[in-house]
């Protein structure tokens, strides 16, 4: 095939460290736009980003381009400077986060689904949210010591 081609969708979530709840007011908005700036400059559009105080949820398609890991990295290290630079002292992201794959089918479930975090979190913990997330796709690597840091 002389064309390489990919479409993978990615649920990616992270929290802030030891789940301060650091992504507040007015910071909100400009942090989700700044962080959909920095997946454009990976190749890798922003379909969805929506945070509560202590973590982020983002829907992504994945450029064929770059590692997922690049990514996440270029996400953490920009958007935690783009923070501070907005004087919230002390802001850092937990070092672990969690990537799903996302069929082209579910992209709007799952969109919403992210959508309406401040009210799913009302009901369950993140905690709970993530390990839910480890059972229903059998990552049997979560280590909650590790995870949680």
């Given amino acids: ?4 081609l990919s479409q993978m969708y990615i649920h990616l979530i992270f929290g802030t460290k030891n789940r301060y709840p650091f992504i507040i007011g007015s910071v909100e908005t400009e942090l989700h736009k700044y962080i959909a700036e920095i997946l ?6 922003a379909i969805k980003i929506n945070s509560v105080p202590d973590h982020m949820h ?11 890991v690049k990514i996440i990295e270029e996400i953490k290290k920009h958007s935690s ?3 501070k630079s907005k ?3 002390g802001f850092t992201w937990q070092i ?18 992210i959508m309406n975090q401040k009210e799913h979190h009302k009901i369950i913990s993140f905690k709970d949210e993530v ?7 059998h990552l049997c690597e979560y280590d909650p010591e590790y995870f949680w840091v």
């Fill in 87 to 89: 004087g919230i002292d």
């Fill in 40 to 45: 454009k400059s990976y190749e890798s559009p």
């Fill in 58 to 68: 983002i829907l992504f398609r994945l450029s064929k381009n770059y590692t997922l």
């Fill in 1 to 4: 095939m002389g064309q390489s």
């Fill in 96 to 113: 672990g986060y969690g990537a799903f794959s996302v069929s082209s089918s579910k992209i709007d479930t799952v969109s919403n689904y």
């Fill in 131 to 137: 390990e839910g997330f480890m059972k229903k796709y």
């Fill in 81 to 83: 400077k783009w923070m």
